[in-house]
């Protein structure tokens, strides 16, 4: 059996893969590509990206997971499954998290449709930093932003690949997010130069708060009210930006984003039409879903993304 599908578009120093087997139900494409991160370049079935700042590529064929580490000397084994662990999340019980959705109609459906899904532990500045600006903007010009303010700190990471077919030779750019200092360092002009707009401000004041002692990582170990609530006082960090922060990268788990997406479905399906407001139905969500309020979101979220025409 091959390593990785006839098909991938990736070749990379004659290297031979890593070959993990993740917890079941894990599913690689819909947990990349179900708006929970930004900055993983899909290749054929394989992801191109950074875990940690460090270079990957993964493909799944089946119950394995085929894993590259293009940045530098191989990983041991078990450091590389403890890494892909953590950042998928692999020690969330899905399953029991699934069974308990089967009296819900739409939730059963969406778990039918979406099978494996998995949240993603991100780094919280990483985290932060994206989600900030993804405020009014949409995922191209996210992505591009992404690579512009890398490219203008020089913290980009080139990776070169091969088509194992034709040979071609191509080159990729995964953008490394810059530290606060770096940020807190450059211009308010050149930032909004990289097509951030007016959330070069709300960057570059955060920064200088994390370099003053914001206790960003610490909000891990407070709880979700009291996190969210600090988490606000930083400059451009609203109720949904807040809420994916503390459920992408700050172990919250119960946190329910809300966005015109989520508003959409829970109005429709849960509320029979009439309107509630964002902030109504975050609350509502963590309340009626529980501790892995989260999950119901991400998977309604990319139900709603995904299936649903109007």
């Known amino acids: 059996m091959p390593l990785f599908t006839q098909n991938t578009a990736f070749s990379y120093k004659n290297s031979t893969p890593t070959i993990l087997i993740p917890p079941s139900p894990f599913n690689l494409i819909f947990s990349l ?19 940690q700042n460090n270079p990957f590529f993964l493909e799944q064929k089946g119950d394995t997971l085929a894993l590259l580490n293009l940045g530098g000397s191989p990983l041991e084994i078990d450091p590389l499954q403890k890494q892909l662990s953590h950042f998928f999340r692999w020690d969330d019980d899905l399953k029991k998290i699934l069974r308990s959705w089967r009296k819900d ?14 949240l993603i532990r991100q780094d919280p500045w990483d985290c932060l930093v994206k989600f900030l600006l993804s405020i009014c903007s949409n995922i191209p010009k996210i992505e591009k932003t992404l ?30 997010i810059p530290s606060p200092s770096v940020i807190a360092s ?18 570059k004041e955060c920064s200088k708060q994390i370099l003053q002692g914001f206790p960003l990582n610490s909000l891990k170990q407070k709880s979700y009210s009291s996190a969210k609530k600090e988490l606000m006082e930083l400059p451009g960090i609203g109720e949904k930006v807040a809420d994916c922060v503390l459920l992408f990268s700050l172990d919250h788990p119960e946190a329910f984003p809300v966005d ?23 609350e509502w969500g963590r309340s009626h879903f529980g501790n892995f309020a989260g999950y119901v979101q991400q998977y309604l979220y990319h139900f709603s993304r995904s299936c649903l025409k109007s």
């Open 186 to 203: 450059i211009k308010e002009e050149k930032l909004r130069s990289t097509g951030m707009g007016f959330r070069a401000s709300y960057l």
């Open 260 to 282: 015109v997406w989520m508003q959409k479905i829970l109005e429709r399906y849960y509320f029979h039409g009439k309107s509630k407001t964002p902030k109504y139905l975050s």
């Open 147 to 176: 690579i512009r303010l890398s490219q203008g700190a020089e913290s980009i990471i080139s990776v070169p690949f091969q088509d194992p077919k034709t040979k071609r030779c191509f080159e990729t750019q995964l953008p490394v």
């Open 105 to 118: 109609p739409l939730l059963s459906k969406t778990a039918a449709h979406f099978p494996g899904l998995r």
């Open 33 to 51: 590509t179900c708006g929970q991160i930004f900055g993983w370049k899909q290749i054929n079935q394989g992801f191109l990206g950074l875990i």
